[in-house]
């Protein structure tokens, strides 16, 4: 049974431009949750989702920032015009059912320049 | 959320156990302990979850005293890959909590030659 799955492993965007990171969770898990960790900081909790619903998106910035968990393929975490502070490890987990215990995948680092 | 107090760092030799204490005061009732294990450039990796007395698998044991407001984590005989940043987790009780990891600083463990 494979585990989480991301891609692209590194992402190197310009300022301005969009970041599309995607997180396939493991086979039958039908729970996603996205976290981000700035350099030097713990993780943070950005958002919750299951199949095609968003549960809890309290931890998305307000703006530029979207998610998703289609019916088909993997969840997407959108960053649209993307700025240095952006700049951070995104790891996706899944679960089979809501709670604690998660499954996280390695993590997609995005650099903005 | 319930807040968790962990010390920053803990050094250990090769062989010895290695305890890390985690203090949660406001544990609410119906809250879970998880333990979290990061190695750098990594998605946590699950450890093992708790509600009271004493919980031990093949990685860990976790010992939650009666009043639920301090954990320990015990790794025995740390070898030098069990190097990694340590998080205690409380929560996934309530429904604003369910699947919503709060991450503090954790614990640096450095294990020795």
């Known amino acids: 049974n494979a585990g989480v799955m991301q891609n692209p492993r590194h992402l190197v965007r310009r300022r301005g431009q969009e970041a599309r990171l995607r997180c396939s969770p493991m086979k039958g898990h039908s729970h996603v949750y996205w976290y981000r960790q700035l350099p030097e900081e713990g993780l943070k909790f950005m958002v919750y989702l299951q199949k095609e619903n968003i549960i809890d998106e309290s931890g998305m910035p307000k703006e530029r920032f979207s998610a998703e968990f289609p019916k088909e393929g993997p969840s997407i975490l959108r960053i649209q015009q993307v700025v240095r502070g952006d700049s951070a490890a995104y790891f996706c987990?899944?679960?089979?059912?809501?709670?604690?215990?998660?499954?996280f995948g390695p993590g997609t680092r995005l650099t903005v320049t | 959320l319930a807040k968790t107090t962990q010390p920053i760092s803990m050094d250990s030799y090769e062989g010895q156990e290695v305890n890390i204490t985690c203090s949660h005061n406001n544990i609410a009732t119906n809250d879970y302990i998880t333990w979290y294990q990061q190695f750098p450039s990594q998605g946590p990796r699950f450890i093992i979850q708790?509600?009271?007395t004493k919980v031990t698998n093949e990685v860990a044991s976790l010992f939650i005293p009666a009043d639920r407001k301090s954990s320990t984590l015990s790794l025995p005989r740390v070898s030098l890959s069990d190097t990694a940043v340590y998080y205690c987790l409380v929560g996934a009780g309530t429904t604003d909590s369910w699947g919503k990891l709060q991450f503090g600083a954790g614990t640096q463990v450095v294990v020795t030659p």
């Open positions: 987990a899944s679960s089979p059912q809501g709670g604690n215990e998660q499954y």
């Open positions: 708790g509600y009271k």
